[in-house]
């Protein structure tokens, strides 16, 4: 957000059928948790429960999914016949955790597979013509993509041509025109009766296996209690998940919060090397996001993603921490390269007022295709507008787009598709290919789509918080209780409250550029951090409004409430705004990078 840009408090929609004195007691809960779980969609107590167990056994057939059936029925001939199978992922963590997904489970069911991740810079995004012909020429019958292949329709042509049966498995918008395929497996196929449409590419590849588990076990593949237990993959799956920035709730919650605690368990040697480069001793999703997931990311930004997928894979310790070693080594060239590509982007937007433009589109030849998807969600993070930034070689380019609530990136970039080569994604993040002379038609056409579908209350940058409270509700009971709704991310985002009319005390800045002071109200007071707002110090004056983390604070063997401050107001000009929906999915848990292509 730009200095001085005002940011808008607005309230998480709570669904008007909700009963939260009902949840609460038939839950069991505090009044506060029932109204987060309220403004997250549980209008009754069945809801409720299933939101807070979050049970595998709950989640939907796997054959609901569109071509499950026949993608399966031919996988388990390939296994049978003892063919060769290929897996092509793409080179991003949710592509790599897929790879890896699908290559050790399809081995432990008794496939003979082999794998390939395009090189981002020679191959680019998406289903590999070159790798395809390779793998005809290995003896190849049959390849199963992971995240990438939806829209890969010459490709698609070409593995026909070459006798190669296709299985494709993704999770972005399909576009009007689906390739030649055996089977595609895509919750978001219009003619798909998965109810989960938000799955990660990995995930859609974990059902695939689920369901393919299901047939072998009918078939009497396995003798009693030989049979493989899946639950031990979801590492793999709640690393891509988390990752791809997917909505964690519904299947994707399930999924990633039992992922989350073998990731904690580190029964993967190569995860236990990722995470002792990166520092991280306790996992979460914010460690997974900004910590884990950057590491693997980086290989397929800069070189070759393979290297993550041989990592995943890898069963000897001391080769994992030599390869973990490497992945830290480019992490830190990634993040050199993206901080110059983020500042000669700034230098470009210098004295530019937002204003006058509701989107940002930069082309450069000096720019590295790996990380100017990072960059653009800095650019959004700071401006609040739809950002495309484009790589130059030659007369091509390859861009990342970054969105905000209100602009559906793809829907966008479908309209404007006749001055691009390529496109595809989401509707927060995209990517795209052109021809470098329309690039300035492309700018033109985007901009004039943003103007009309972002009003000016759009473009304003918002805060949300779940509900308002007296201090004295943020008992260690209430929070610890709170903490329990974990994961979270984008859908679940972690509880914000609003506190009104505090008087904060012992103000002083510690670190480089935070806040420590105490907040009073009514004869209770909390201790709270402000991260990255000293520089606003000078505006705690008088009483105060505040929106803020209620968490759990454990220093020296004790436990305290402590309340993380995300913004504060003077409390007589402060109002709430309306109440809107949040569906800004921009990032892993609430704040940071944008991990995806």
Not at 10 to 29: F, T, Y
Not at 157 to 174: C, K, N
Not at 209 to 230: C, F, H, S
Request: hydrophobic fraction near 45%; proline fraction near 4%.
């Amino acid at each position: 957000m730009e200095p001085g840009q005002a940011c808008r408090w607005d309230k998480r929609e709570a669904v008007e059928l909700a009963d939260d004195e009902g949840l609460q007691r038939s839950l069991g809960i505090s009044l506060l948790t029932a109204r987060v779980l309220a403004a997250r969609g549980i209008v009754n107590a069945e809801q409720g429960r299933e939101f807070l167990q979050a049970r595998l056994a709950d989640l939907p057939d796997p054959f609901l999914l569109q071509d499950m059936e026949a993608a399966v029925s031919r996988l388990v001939q390939a296994i049978r016949a003892g063919e060769r199978i290929a897996v092509h992922g793409d080179y991003d963590v949710d592509g790599v955790t897929g790879t890896a997904l699908l290559v050790e489970n399809l081995r432990i069911f008794g496939a003979d597979v082999v794998f390939h991740v395009p090189l981002r810079l020679t191959e680019g995004y998406g289903l590999s013509v070159s790798a395809l012909e390779q793998a005809a020429a290995d003896g190849v019958k049959l390849v199963i993509t992971v995240d990438c292949g939806i829209s890969a329709l010459d490709a698609a042509r070409r593995a026909a041509e070459l006798g190669l049966e296709l299985i494709v498995t993704d999770h972005h918008q399909p576009p009007d025109r689906l390739p030649q395929a055996l089977a595609i497996i895509n919750p978001r196929r219009t003619d798909c009766a998965y109810p989960c449409k938000d799955l990660a590419g990995v995930g859609v590849a974990f059902m695939l296996l689920v369901a393919l588990r299901q047939r072998l076990r009918n078939a009497g593949i396995w003798t009693a209690g030989r049979e493989p237990d899946l639950r031990f993959a979801l590492d793999l799956v709640a690393l891509g998940t988390i990752a791809d920035i997917v909505p964690l709730r519904g299947v994707n919650r399930s999924l990633t919060r039992i992922g989350l605690t073998l990731l904690e368990q580190s029964r993967r040697v190569g995860v236990t090397a990722l995470k002792k480069v990166a520092g991280v001793e306790q996992v979460t999703c914010g460690t997974v996001g900004f910590r884990l997931a950057p590491r693997l990311n980086a290989a397929g930004r800069l070189e070759d993603a393979r290297q993550g997928v041989e990592l995943l894979l890898e069963s000897s310790a001391e080769r994992a921490v030599l390869v973990a070693e490497q992945l830290d080594a480019v992490n830190r060239e990634r993040q050199a390269v993206e901080q110059r590509t983020l500042q000669q982007a700034l230098d470009r937007l210098a004295g530019w007022d937002p204003r006058t433009r509701n989107s940002i589109v930069l082309a450069d030849a000096d720019w590295h295709p790996g990380v100017i998807g990072i960059v653009a969600s800095r650019l959004v993070e700071r401006f609040h507008r739809p950002t495309v930034l484009i790589a130059l070689d030659g007369g091509s380019g390859k861009g990342s787009g970054r969105s905000i609530r209100g602009f559906h990136l793809f829907r966008a970039l479908q309209s404007c598709s006749g001055s691009l080569q390529g496109f595809g994604g989401h509707e927060y993040a995209a990517g795209l290919s052109i021809a470098a002379q329309r690039v300035e038609d492309f700018a033109r056409e985007f901009e004039a789509l943003a103007r009309q579908w972002l009003s000016e209350d759009d473009l304003q940058p918002r805060q949300f918080f779940d509900a308002e409270v007296e201090l004295e509700e943020l008992t260690e009971a209430t929070v610890q209780e709170l903490a329990g709704l974990a994961p979270f991310g984008p859908g679940n985002p972690q509880p914000v409250v609003l506190a009104r009319q505090l008087v904060l005390r012992q103000v002083q800045r510690v670190g480089d550029n935070h806040l420590r002071f105490t907040a009073c109200q009514g004869g209770y007071s909390l201790p709270c951090i402000a991260f990255g707002l000293a520089e606003r110090a000078d505006e705690l004056h008088g009483p105060m409004d505040l929106l803020c983390v209620p968490t759990l604070n454990d220093w020296r063997g004790r436990t305290s409430v402590q309340l993380q401050v995300r913004d504060f107001r003077p409390a007589e000009t402060c109002s709430p705004g309306r109440i809107v929906e949040e569906e800004n999915l921009a990032h892993s848990d609430g704040t940071g990078p944008d991990l995806r292509r």
